[in-house]
């Protein structure tokens, strides 16, 4: 008998955490273990009703914690063994996000206590988790974030043309940092470069009131095909103001797209030779938006050479990632027995 793995998740909205999910429930390893996804009323419902049958070797609870929360952990665990998988947490989140960091690190420190092991999904995640004592070394393990990249490793080679094409792709909210991205194209009235912005979300009518009357920018809409919009693109930027592991930075590499990228939590330890580093600021955006252009007329096949070292360091990483957690699922199913 398969193993059974059930995942909890309240919001199934969420991009990157949907993307990375709904990815290992449909590879390959759901020839060895039973996957299943639900929200935490759906388990302790099922489990109520079926204490005999249901019965998961594991129980994956995805969402982020809060105060509200932790009773649904303490229930969740009385099922099975408890897994966090922390997604929505990091320095960067805490510094910018939290008034009351005490109040904050204790209620991660209950949850963390509650569950029997804790996954990061960055390893600027997990420095952070223990230089504040969050959870106990021997709970914490790291897997970098992943998701199904075969789309955008097949994105041909674009030719590059007389005129730059940056690309913005991604939720509009205050994390993305996208205001900071129009008003550094707002510092560079003066050049010809073209920004496509695709995505949606609750700052949409504010972003748009921004970029008014500038004809270098486009809002392309909700993307149906991210492969496919990255495909017209020359550069991406990603102007986070934090990401505990980014996504966004993993699939534009996989396109062999050269990015400008902000040095905050995960996007930095993803960054290897591939674009341009910079703060999460306007300043710096700016500048790294000028240099690329003029990088694009004096120098392409820099731009070249650093979409395709993105694109190189991120081959096998599927395989890695389904690798770590199908030897994780092995020993956690075992250590239910």
Partial sequence: ?????????????????????????RSSLAEKFDFLLLTPQEALSRSSQSAST????LIIANDACSWKFLFTLLRLRWRGRLLIQEFH???????????????????????????????AISYAQRDWMLAH????????????LCRVLEDFLAVPVK?????????????????????????????????????LIGGYGENEAALRQMAEGDRRIQFVGKLANVPEFLETCDVVVIPSRWEPWGNVLLEAKAAGKPVI??????????????????????????????????????SP??????????????????????????????????SSK
């Fill in 89 to 119: 947490y990091s320095a960067s989140f805490e510094a910018i996000n939290v008034p009351s960091k005490l109040r904050f690190r204790l209620m991660l420190k209950l949850a963390y206590g509650i569950a029997h092991q804790v996954v």
């Fill in 261 to 298: 990228v902000t040095s905050v939590d995960g996007l930095t330890e993803q960054f290897e030779d591939c674009g341009l580093l910079v703060g999460a600021n306007v300043e710096e955006i700016k500048s790294a938006i000028a240099k690329v252009a003029n990088i694009h007329k004096t």
């Fill in 54 to 57: 249901f019965k998961p070797d």
């Fill in 301 to 334: 096949q820099t731009l070249i050479d650093w979409g395709d070292n993105g694109r190189q360091a991120v081959r096998g990483a599927w395989e890695r990632h389904l690798a770590e957690w199908e030897a994780l699922f092995w020993l956690s199913s075992k």
């Fill in 133 to 144: 004592r969050l959870v106990k070394p021997q709970k914490l393990t790291v897997i970098q």
């Fill in 1 to 25: 008998m398969k193993p059974k793995i059930l995942y909890v998740l309240i919001d199934r909205n969420v991009g990157g955490v949907t993307a990375s999910v709904d990815s290992l429930l």
């Fill in 159 to 195: 030719p590059l043309g007389e005129r730059l094409v940056l690309g913005f792709f991604g939720r509009f909210s205050n994390q993305k940092g996208i205001e900071l991205l129009l008003e550094a194209m707002q510092g560079l009235h003066d050049l010809d470069v073209e920004l």
